[in-house]
């Protein structure tokens, strides 16, 4: 039944574009052509007619917009006109605008573009509008919007196709132009204390200034491959060793790492460094920042993000990491002096670390596990461990720990800023570290860059620097739940990629060539020569003993990566009992969150709870490995959609 329905659908939407075409082909016939129009001149946008109505009242304007719903009532109709500051209600009468263009008008359809003249007026109910005058098609929508009262609400769909989105849901354009505004008004703060805006390079031989793996890139001119940015730290130090003392970017910057509410491969960073301060310099500029910001962009230093009022009015608090994981943990690190007394208190705690962590390493650890969600007002957390800030200035009186800040909201971090590492030969045996530490494993360590490194012995002045994540500022000044509503196009998994090359090789193929031939032409194929799996097991399992596990089709209806593990994804899975099951399952260096959601799954779901990063792990999700060039390879298996979830599996 439901299928009958879907094809009734597509049958009924098949029609109505059917019908858009031939209306466009009859207009083009009469030489109504709307595409043939170049240009059409709008007085006024529709709230500035209603804000200055007192004052335009009885008067022409003009409107152009889109036609969000019309209502047709004999000799005279209703339109509403969507535009960029909001939307209007326009009447139409035949006697007003002729006979002919009323019969066009009769014609139009919802999300056609127009142009509207006519007199200002207010209806018998009260509603400002525009007596029409005139009424052009500007664009003939060719495309069937989604229904009006719903809107578009698949959200996957909201992000392919942002334009929809920002058509059908006012809240998400507003959105968007408090971003524009957030930006600019940043911009104007820091202009006016004497900030350079300046530009420097994406492609780049060293991708350095932060930790996180790069993405590759190859140039066919120069013939060598390059990384795209992950930090504009590098670049902007060489301008202040170039005496430009004070300067600033905002750009994007790419991590190939992965994808959650908070986490996008490409985002937008600023990144800021004021020569002869430091940490301290950069305190008070970020306070004053985001105070200034709120209160030109929303008129209040109060916001609220999800439910939670925060004030950017008082003084934000300043605190160690040390004091802060003694607050929170119960743990002082002032009394832990060696590495294995570290990894003891690390044991008691429950708190997960590799053998390359050093001292300061678990320390922020226990920050990460105990500490990050307790920060929710405007909070700096002061003093990090040398061990994970290599370009930072020691403290001089305690040079285990460096000058460095992050700033947090919410339980995110905001910015991270540094006084900033000046000496060449200490910036190098920091380099040597990161270097050492890539050996070991660490894809996201930095290397020595050598050009840097030749910018510092030169001479850098004492130097304050800080970065702030835009894209965070945006979610928490918008009250924004996710990182890709902030987005206008946040990176998403391509559609119909196969689709796509199978029918473009239909088009190049010979004309007798069929496009299930095509599809057939471009199948993957895989070489399984050099492939190694498991031998399988020796031994015997008896039928009941394996009987006893209980393997079922679970549907995945979230999936996102787990805070603070590179390698862990938490599913959300319908298992057919009507109760929600998490399962974790450390396949996040073989798929992104996005590409399981929907996606029928293998799960057994008899085992006990498992405690994973602090969260409970109810199942197994079944996954085949192999191994190429001692390389593990894994594949989830991804069973056939028309299986129900909680179909055991035999």
């Not at 932060?210 to 491959?225: Q, Y």
């Not at 405690?611 to 109810?618: A, E, P």
Request: aromatic share 8%; charged share 30%.
């Amino acid at each position: 039944m439901a299928e009958q329905n879907k094809n009734a659908q597509e049958q009924d939407l098949n029609k109505l574009l059917k019908v858009r075409r031939e209306k466009l082909a009859e207009l083009q016939e009469n030489g109504k052509d709307p595409f043939q129009i170049v240009k059409y001149d709008a007085t006024h946008h529709s709230q500035e007619i209603k804000d200055a109505f007192d004052e335009l009242e009885g008067k022409s304007v003009s409107v152009a917009g889109r036609i969000m719903s019309k209502r047709v009532m004999g000799k005279a109709s209703f339109c509403n006109i969507q535009d960029l500051k909001g939307n209007i209600q326009s009447y139409v009468a035949r006697d007003n605008i002729g006979e002919e263009s009323y019969k066009d008008f009769k014609k139009m359809d919802i999300g056609d573009i127009v142009g509207i003249k006519g007199e200002v007026f207010k209806t018998k109910t009260g509603e400002i509008s525009i007596h029409a005058t005139a009424v052009t098609l500007l664009s003939k929508s060719l495309q069937v919007l989604p229904e009006k009262f719903h809107g578009l609400t698949n959200t996957d769909l909201r992000y392919r196709q942002r334009y929809v989105d920002l058509i059908m849901n006012p809240e998400v354009k507003d959105t968007f132009v408090k971003r524009s505004k957030i930006i600019s008004t940043i911009r104007r703060y820091l202009d006016g204390q004497g900030f350079m805006e300046v530009e420097t390079p994406m492609l780049v031989a060293n991708a350095g200034g932060a930790a996180a793996r790069p993405f590759i890139t190859h140039s066919n001119a120069l013939g060598e491959d390059f990384k795209l940015r992950i930090s504009l730290e590098l670049y902007l130090k060489r301008l202040i060793v170039g005496g430009l003392e004070r300067v600033y970017e905002i750009g994007r910057v790419f991590r190939n790492e992965g994808v959650d509410t908070r986490h996008n491969p490409e985002f937008t960073l600023m990144e800021l460094y004021q020569a002869y301060t430091d940490y301290n310099g950069m305190m008070d500029l970020t306070e004053n920042l985001y105070r200034y910001v709120a209160q030109e962009v929303l008129g209040t230093t109060k916001i609220v993000y999800n439910g939670v009022e925060m004030d950017l009015g008082k003084p934000f608090e300043r605190i160690t990491m040390l004091d802060a994981v003694k607050k929170y943990s119960g743990v002082d690190f002032n009394e832990i002096h060696t590495l294995e007394e570290a990894r003891a208190a690390a044991d008691a705690h429950h708190v997960e670390y590799e053998e390359r962590h050093k001292k300061g390493d678990i320390l922020n650890l226990f920050f990460e596990e105990f500490v990050e969600e307790h920060l929710i007002q405007p909070t700096f957390v002061m003093d990090h461990p040398i061990e994970i800030s290599p370009l930072t200035k020691k403290k001089p009186e305690n040079p285990d720990y460096v000058e460095r800040f992050e700033f947090f909201m919410n339980g995110w971090e905001m910015a991270n800023a540094y006084s900033e590492l000046n000496d060449p030969i200490d910036q190098r045996e920091r380099f040597k570290a990161q270097e050492e530490l890539l050996a070991q494993g660490d894809d996201e360590a930095n290397t020595t860059d050598e050009d840097f490194m030749n910018a510092l012995e030169i001479g850098m002045p004492p130097t304050g620097g800080i970065g702030f994540g835009i894209d965070r500022m945006c979610m928490i000044l918008t009250d924004s739940a996710a990182i890709r509503d902030v987005l206008l196009f946040p990176t998403m998994k391509s559609m119909g990629a196969a689709k796509n090359e199978a029918n473009n090789a239909a088009q190049s193929a010979p004309a007798e060539k069929t496009v299930e031939k095509a599809i057939a032409e471009v199948k993957e194929t895989y070489d399984f020569s050099n492939v190694e799996v498991e031998p399988l097991f020796k031994d015997m399992v008896d039928f009941e003993t394996f009987s006893k596990s209980d393997f079922r089709a679970v549907k995945v209806k979230e999936c996102e990566a787990v805070p603070k593990s590179k390698k862990l994804l938490k599913f959300v899975l319908n298992d057919g009992s009507g109760e929600d099951r998490v399962i974790l399952s450390g396949i996040h260096d073989y798929y992104e969150p996005e590409e399981l959601v929907g996606k029928t799954l293998l799960a057994i779901t008899n085992l006990p709870p498992r405690k994973m990063m602090g969260i409970d792990s109810c199942g197994m999700i079944i996954s085949a490995t192999h191994l190429v060039e001692g390389r593990e390879g894994l594949n989830v298996l991804i069973l056939d959609d028309k299986i129900p979830a909680g179909a055991k599996l035999y």
